[in-house]
Protein backbone atom coordinates (compact mmCIF):
# COMPACT_ATOMS: atom_id res chain seq x y z
CA UNK A 1 0.00 0.00 0.00
CA UNK A 2 1.32 3.26 -1.19
CA UNK A 3 2.09 5.97 1.74
CA UNK A 4 1.23 9.15 1.49
CA UNK A 5 3.73 11.81 0.77
CA UNK A 6 2.42 13.86 4.02
CA UNK A 7 0.96 12.51 7.16
CA UNK A 8 -2.43 13.25 7.64
CA UNK A 9 -3.47 15.35 10.09
CA UNK A 10 -6.05 14.87 12.44
CA UNK A 11 -9.51 16.96 12.17
CA UNK A 12 -8.98 17.60 16.09
CA UNK A 13 -5.65 18.43 17.95
CA UNK A 14 -3.83 15.77 20.09
CA UNK A 15 -1.40 15.96 22.84
CA UNK A 16 1.83 15.98 20.80
CA UNK A 17 -0.29 18.67 18.50
CA UNK A 18 -2.81 20.71 20.14
CA UNK A 19 -4.43 23.02 17.88
CA UNK A 20 -5.78 26.65 18.14
CA UNK A 21 -8.79 28.01 16.44
CA UNK A 22 -8.94 31.91 16.30
CA UNK A 23 -10.85 34.44 14.18
CA UNK A 24 -9.10 37.80 12.81
CA UNK A 25 -10.94 40.82 12.24
CA UNK A 26 -10.14 43.90 10.94
CA UNK A 27 -11.89 47.44 10.41
CA UNK A 28 -10.64 50.40 8.54
CA UNK A 29 -12.20 53.84 7.48
CA UNK A 30 -11.12 55.48 4.40
CA UNK A 31 -12.70 58.01 2.19
CA UNK A 32 -14.97 56.82 -1.07
CA UNK A 33 -13.22 56.76 -4.31
CA UNK A 34 -15.90 57.08 -6.57
CA UNK A 35 -19.83 58.35 -6.00
CA UNK A 36 -22.52 56.92 -8.25
CA UNK A 37 -25.46 58.99 -9.36
CA UNK A 38 -28.75 57.87 -11.18
CA UNK A 39 -30.12 59.83 -14.31
CA UNK A 40 -34.14 59.69 -15.35
CA UNK A 41 -35.17 61.50 -17.95
CA UNK A 42 -39.01 61.31 -18.42
CA UNK A 43 -41.48 62.31 -20.82
CA UNK A 44 -45.17 62.25 -21.67
CA UNK A 45 -47.74 63.17 -24.47
CA UNK A 46 -50.84 62.56 -26.73
CA UNK A 47 -48.86 61.62 -29.45
CA UNK A 48 -46.44 58.60 -29.24
CA UNK A 49 -44.21 59.99 -31.61
CA UNK A 50 -43.68 63.67 -30.53
CA UNK A 51 -43.33 61.68 -26.93
CA UNK A 52 -40.28 59.63 -28.49
CA UNK A 53 -38.71 62.50 -30.12
CA UNK A 54 -39.33 64.48 -26.98
CA UNK A 55 -37.49 61.68 -24.51
CA UNK A 56 -34.45 61.40 -26.98
CA UNK A 57 -33.56 65.19 -26.76
CA UNK A 58 -33.67 65.16 -23.17
CA UNK A 59 -31.93 62.05 -23.45
CA UNK A 60 -29.11 63.60 -25.06
CA UNK A 61 -29.23 66.89 -23.47
CA UNK A 62 -28.36 64.81 -20.01
CA UNK A 63 -25.66 62.44 -21.70
CA UNK A 64 -23.78 65.75 -23.68
CA UNK A 65 -24.18 67.66 -19.79
CA UNK A 66 -22.30 64.22 -18.29
CA UNK A 67 -20.04 64.15 -20.89
CA UNK A 68 -18.48 67.68 -21.24
CA UNK A 69 -17.45 66.74 -17.31
CA UNK A 70 -14.62 64.69 -18.96
CA UNK A 71 -12.53 62.13 -16.88
CA UNK A 72 -14.67 63.42 -13.92
CA UNK A 73 -17.19 60.94 -15.17
CA UNK A 74 -15.10 57.67 -15.74
CA UNK A 75 -18.20 55.68 -16.34
CA UNK A 76 -21.67 56.60 -18.27
CA UNK A 77 -24.35 53.64 -19.40
CA UNK A 78 -27.73 53.51 -20.37
CA UNK A 79 -30.27 51.40 -18.42
CA UNK A 80 -33.76 50.82 -19.11
CA UNK A 81 -35.71 52.40 -21.50
CA UNK A 82 -39.73 52.42 -21.67
CA UNK A 83 -42.28 53.78 -23.50
CA UNK A 84 -46.09 52.93 -22.29
CA UNK A 85 -49.23 53.99 -23.82
CA UNK A 86 -52.09 54.75 -21.12
CA UNK A 87 -55.37 53.45 -21.41
CA UNK A 88 -58.64 55.04 -20.98
CA UNK A 89 -60.63 53.56 -17.96
CA UNK A 90 -63.84 54.03 -19.07
CA UNK A 91 -65.51 53.28 -21.98
CA UNK A 92 -65.86 49.71 -24.12
CA UNK A 93 -63.10 50.45 -26.77
CA UNK A 94 -60.04 51.01 -25.03
CA UNK A 95 -58.27 53.91 -26.52
CA UNK A 96 -54.79 55.78 -25.98
CA UNK A 97 -55.01 58.26 -23.95
CA UNK A 98 -51.34 59.08 -23.15
CA UNK A 99 -48.21 57.98 -23.60
CA UNK A 100 -45.10 57.73 -20.75
CA UNK A 101 -41.58 57.55 -22.04
CA UNK A 102 -38.25 56.90 -19.78
CA UNK A 103 -34.58 56.42 -19.79
CA UNK A 104 -32.50 55.62 -16.95
CA UNK A 105 -28.73 56.68 -17.06
CA UNK A 106 -26.06 55.61 -14.55
CA UNK A 107 -23.00 57.80 -13.99
CA UNK A 108 -19.61 57.32 -11.48
CA UNK A 109 -18.07 60.18 -11.04
CA UNK A 110 -13.93 60.34 -9.53
CA UNK A 111 -14.01 63.92 -9.33
CA UNK A 112 -16.10 64.74 -5.80
CA UNK A 113 -15.89 68.52 -6.25
CA UNK A 114 -17.87 68.65 -9.58
CA UNK A 115 -19.97 66.33 -8.00
CA UNK A 116 -22.49 68.59 -6.55
CA UNK A 117 -22.54 71.50 -9.50
CA UNK A 118 -23.32 68.48 -12.00
CA UNK A 119 -25.94 67.25 -10.18
CA UNK A 120 -27.57 70.45 -9.66
CA UNK A 121 -27.48 71.06 -13.26
CA UNK A 122 -28.58 67.74 -14.74
CA UNK A 123 -31.64 67.95 -11.68
CA UNK A 124 -32.37 71.59 -13.74
CA UNK A 125 -32.80 69.67 -16.99
CA UNK A 126 -36.65 69.40 -18.20
CA UNK A 127 -38.35 66.81 -16.71
CA UNK A 128 -35.16 64.82 -15.43
CA UNK A 129 -34.44 63.47 -12.31
CA UNK A 130 -31.44 63.03 -10.06
CA UNK A 131 -30.70 59.91 -7.19
CA UNK A 132 -28.03 59.49 -5.48
CA UNK A 133 -24.99 59.99 -4.49
CA UNK A 134 -23.94 56.10 -3.52
CA UNK A 135 -20.44 56.37 -2.10
CA UNK A 136 -18.57 53.35 -3.09
CA UNK A 137 -14.78 51.85 -3.59
CA UNK A 138 -13.76 50.55 -6.42
CA UNK A 139 -14.34 46.89 -6.88
CA UNK A 140 -10.02 46.37 -7.16
CA UNK A 141 -9.80 49.12 -4.41
CA UNK A 142 -6.12 47.86 -2.60
CA UNK A 143 -8.28 48.73 0.46
CA UNK A 144 -10.10 45.85 0.48
CA UNK A 145 -6.94 43.69 0.38
CA UNK A 146 -5.08 46.12 2.93
CA UNK A 147 -7.95 44.69 5.30
CA UNK A 148 -7.57 41.31 4.90
CA UNK A 149 -3.85 41.35 5.52
CA UNK A 150 -4.52 43.12 8.59
CA UNK A 151 -7.24 40.66 9.57
CA UNK A 152 -4.69 37.59 9.21
CA UNK A 153 -2.08 39.09 11.43
CA UNK A 154 -4.88 39.45 14.06
CA UNK A 155 -5.65 35.91 13.66
CA UNK A 156 -1.55 35.13 14.14
CA UNK A 157 -1.07 37.58 17.34
CA UNK A 158 -4.48 36.59 18.48
CA UNK A 159 -3.18 32.35 18.24
CA UNK A 160 0.50 33.96 19.59
CA UNK A 161 -1.45 35.38 22.96
CA UNK A 162 -3.07 31.08 23.73
CA UNK A 163 0.13 29.57 22.83
CA UNK A 164 2.45 32.39 25.19
CA UNK A 165 -0.76 31.85 27.71
CA UNK A 166 0.38 28.32 27.77
CA UNK A 167 4.16 28.75 27.83
CA UNK A 168 4.63 27.42 24.30
CA UNK A 169 4.75 28.63 20.55
CA UNK A 170 3.02 28.07 17.39
CA UNK A 171 3.94 25.50 15.38
CA UNK A 172 2.48 25.46 12.04
CA UNK A 173 -0.36 27.26 10.11
CA UNK A 174 -3.23 24.19 9.69
CA UNK A 175 -5.86 26.31 7.78
CA UNK A 176 -6.79 29.91 6.82
CA UNK A 177 -10.35 30.10 5.81
CA UNK A 178 -13.26 33.38 5.13
CA UNK A 179 -15.91 32.53 7.65
CA UNK A 180 -18.54 31.00 5.56
CA UNK A 181 -16.63 30.67 2.79
CA UNK A 182 -18.46 27.56 1.27
CA UNK A 183 -21.93 29.36 0.96
CA UNK A 184 -21.03 32.73 0.88
CA UNK A 185 -23.91 35.50 0.01
CA UNK A 186 -23.71 38.06 -2.63
CA UNK A 187 -22.38 41.37 -1.69
CA UNK A 188 -25.45 43.89 -1.59
CA UNK A 189 -25.37 47.54 -2.92
CA UNK A 190 -22.84 49.95 -1.64
CA UNK A 191 -23.66 52.23 1.32
CA UNK A 192 -23.97 55.92 1.30
CA UNK A 193 -26.49 58.89 1.07
CA UNK A 194 -28.96 59.48 -0.90
CA UNK A 195 -30.70 62.58 -2.53
CA UNK A 196 -33.29 63.21 -5.08
CA UNK A 197 -33.98 66.12 -7.38
CA UNK A 198 -36.64 66.36 -10.10
CA UNK A 199 -36.48 69.07 -12.82
CA UNK A 200 -39.78 70.67 -14.43
CA UNK A 201 -38.13 72.89 -16.63
CA UNK A 202 -34.59 74.17 -18.69
CA UNK A 203 -32.61 76.86 -17.00
CA UNK A 204 -29.32 78.09 -18.22
CA UNK A 205 -26.18 76.37 -16.61
CA UNK A 206 -25.77 79.94 -14.43
CA UNK A 207 -29.29 79.55 -12.93
CA UNK A 208 -28.72 76.33 -11.27
CA UNK A 209 -27.54 76.09 -7.83
CA UNK A 210 -24.07 74.77 -6.74
CA UNK A 211 -24.86 71.22 -4.02
CA UNK A 212 -22.02 71.07 -1.35
CA UNK A 213 -22.03 67.25 -1.39
CA UNK A 214 -19.77 65.86 1.75
CA UNK A 215 -18.52 62.57 0.93
CA UNK A 216 -19.56 59.73 3.16
CA UNK A 217 -16.34 57.05 4.32
CA UNK A 218 -16.33 54.20 3.97
CA UNK A 219 -16.39 50.94 6.65
CA UNK A 220 -13.97 48.35 5.15
CA UNK A 221 -14.46 44.96 7.12
CA UNK A 222 -12.15 41.76 7.03
CA UNK A 223 -12.57 38.54 8.19
CA UNK A 224 -10.57 35.82 8.55
CA UNK A 225 -10.81 31.71 10.69
CA UNK A 226 -7.13 30.69 11.37
CA UNK A 227 -6.08 27.41 13.05
CA UNK A 228 -2.88 26.70 14.11
CA UNK A 229 -1.15 23.38 15.85
CA UNK A 230 1.23 24.14 19.11
CA UNK A 231 4.07 23.08 20.78
CA UNK A 232 3.09 20.67 23.62
CA UNK A 233 2.75 23.12 26.58
CA UNK A 234 3.94 21.50 29.78
CA UNK A 235 1.04 22.19 32.06
Do not use: C, K
Not at 55 to 64: E, G, I, P, V
Not at 167 to 187: C, F, H, K, R
Not at 191 to 219: H, S
Request: hydrophobic content about 40%.
Amino acid sequence: MTQPPFPAHPPYGTPDAPRVAVRGEALLEVDPEIARIGVTVTARGTDRRTTLDDLTRRNTAALDLLRSYGDAVENLRTGTFTLTPELTRHGRAERVRSHHGSVHITAELNDFTALGELATRLADLELTRVDGPWWALRPDSPVHAEARRRAVQEAVTRARAYAEALGTLLDALVELADPGAEDAAPYGPPPGARMAFAGARGAEPDDAPVLDLEPQRQTVTAQVNARFTMRPPQL
